[in-house]
């Protein structure tokens, strides 16, 4: 009796779940609960014993930790620059406080206009009307490993998935604005109701006033568009149909089959990659190497294959690779090792 | 709603309390933005650690002036020398490692003598029950035997604990924080330790 608690609490997944369970944790521990209905009492006896366990916590008031990080920054100046030490020490707490803030301000400045000036095409002469300014094509690219949020000349933010492409021009023209996507992306479309915003994606093109909706044509043969909010309009050259989005819907389009499909998606399963949460839903092998290649920006070899099929249900939230290699390794039964970029995964 | 669940919605704030490394997401960019001199990234890299740093440090010294000047100093080294330090998948366990050789060693200076680290250790365990549930497997009498048995731990053991199931540090760390001279000692001293608290269980 009681064999198993024992076996449990060495196991470092299962701690790790009790104390800080997920969807994806939550549905393995629960199989493995409905496998092992002799060893109900140890596993509950075991989750007790995790909780149950205490330690003293000394805390550190928050009027301490400030006087601290004051501390560091006052005495990190000292050596370097005798003069200004000087002036630092007649400064009062607050003023080196400000001084600290300033320099703060600084970096973020100053990599808002690194970001903003990556896109901007060249410089336009000063006394050129809007009409005469010259309308220049703008391309956005993610590597692998790479995410970006930006916004468009109208104010619609976008989120660019990794290795995916958006292009647009300088200016929208005054009917339409129009661009031009492949990967994935997300949008958040500003108001305009005279001028419909439209994504074009290899045959389908979506069009829709103020909205928010999520494309993805990452998948050989298939093309998403999911609605958030809002309504769109997703037209198909190859089949010449016409579907309006409501909320909550996706379409996936078939390329080879061209066939259309409509269905529903909940919560963050399609949007979260832009909040940096990474989703499996019933992925086989193939899908879940790819999407970590590509999220990751690394390569991935496989020797030996999986013994089963897979069928990964999970949602690893801004994990590092090695935690999300960690928890599949250890549901998935294979064995990992990271060298820089490169993954070897071995079964 | 499956049974599992349900057990896990009820929120046990004390064991929550303590930020697990893991959830700190781009932790490898947080430390190399900061190594290449982004100020408010060493900020935000203080702010997440100090509270976990300061408890840390306690278990190794009464003395809470000495421990949060070590934490200073800490900080002031490595925005110092931001360009010499190498990159780290875990900041949390980098800085747990720098402090505790900082604390340890301030308090030997201290002292004008080496005390074993065995004997000046504050990792104090206690088992009581977080709420109470259903069914509840381990009864009031197996309580007390637990905290009997948790008491019997030696340091070392006490401090092994709390790396495993507070701190959630892998055996790797748990090795290489405290000296271990292999993987499978740690481990064998990690299995011994669990293997006696639960036989607590067995006992009538």
């Known amino acids: ?347 | 709603m499956t049974e599992v669940n349900r057990l896990v919605e009820v929120p046990d704030q004390r064991n929550l309390s303590v930020l697990k490394d893991q959830d700190i997401p781009h932790q490898e960019c947080l430390w190399d933005a900061f190594r290449s001199g982004c100020e408010s990234s060493f900020i935000r890299i203080y702010e997440i650690y100090v509270s976990d740093l300061f408890d840390y440090g306690c278990k190794f010294s009464d003395d809470e002036e000495l421990v949060k000047d070590a934490i200073q100093d800490l900080f002031v080294e490595i925005r110092t020398n931001r360009q010499k330090l190498g990159k780290t998948g875990s900041i949390k366990f980098y800085l747990f490692k720098a402090l505790r050789r900082k604390v340890v060693r301030e308090k030997n200076t201290l002292l004008h003598k080496i005390i074993p680290l065995d004997q000046i250790t504050h990792f104090e365990l206690t088992f009581s029950h977080e709420q109470i549930l259903i069914n509840q497997q381990i009864k009031e009498e197996q309580v007390k035997q637990l905290n009997i048995a948790l008491k019997k731990l030696t340091t070392r053991q006490r401090e092994m604990v709390y790396y495993y199931f507070f701190e959630d540090l892998s055996y790797e760390q748990i090795k290489e924080i405290m000296g271990f001279s292999s993987l499978k000692a740690t481990r064998t001293l990690l299995y011994r330790t669990i293997d006696f608290l639960k036989s607590t269980l067995t006992k009538k």
């Open chain 1, 1 to 347: 009796m009681k064999d198993q608690v024992g076996e449990l609490l060495k196991n470092k997944e299962f701690v790790r779940w009790v104390k800080k369970p997920d969807e994806h944790t939550d549905r393995y521990w629960q199989k493995w609960l409905d496998a092992h209905p002799d060893k109900r009492e140890d596993f509950f006896a075991a989750r007790e014993m995790v909780l149950g366990i205490q330690i003293t916590r000394n805390e550190l008031p928050d009027l301490e930790k400030e006087k601290i990080l004051l501390e560091i920054f006052r005495k990190e100046s000292q050596p370097t620059d005798k003069e200004k030490n000087k002036q630092a020490y007649t400064l009062s707490p607050w003023g080196n406080h400000f001084a600290f803030g300033a320099k703060v301000a600084a970096v973020f400045l100053l990599g808002f206009f690194l970001f903003l000036g990556l896109p901007q095409p060249p410089f336009s002469p000063k006394e050129s009307t809007k009409e005469e300014a010259p309308i220049t094509t703008i391309q956005k690219q993610t590597l692998r490993g790479q995410k970006s949020k930006f916004k468009l000349p109208d104010g619609t933010l976008v989120w660019l998935n990794s290795d995916s492409k958006l292009e647009f021009t300088s200016n929208f023209s005054d009917s339409l604005r129009k661009v031009h996507l492949i990967g994935e992306a997300y949008f958040d479309v500003a108001k305009d109701p005279e001028r419909p915003f439209q994504v074009i994606t290899g045959s389908l093109s979506t069009t829709a006033l103020g909205t928010a909706f999520n494309i993805n044509t990452f998948h050989k043969d298939r093309l998403n568009v999911a609605l958030v909010h809002g309504k769109v309009k997703v037209e198909n050259k190859d089949t010449q149909e016409k579907i309006l989005l409501s909320p909550g819907q996706r379409l996936q389009y078939i390329k080879t089959k061209q066939k259309t499909l409509v269905d529903e998606f909940e919560g963050d399963w399609v949007t979260g990659w832009k909040d940096g949460i990474l989703h499996f839903k019933e992925a086989p092998y193939l899908e879940v190497i790819e999407e970590l290649e590509r999220w990751y920006g690394v390569n991935i070899q496989t020797t030996g294959s999986p013994t089963q099929s897979w069928n990964l249900t999970g949602r690893y939230n801004n994990e590092s690779l090695k935690m999300v290699l960690d928890r599949m390794s250890y549901v998935e039964r294979f064995e990992y090792e990271i060298n820089e970029k490169k993954i070897r995964i071995k079964f």
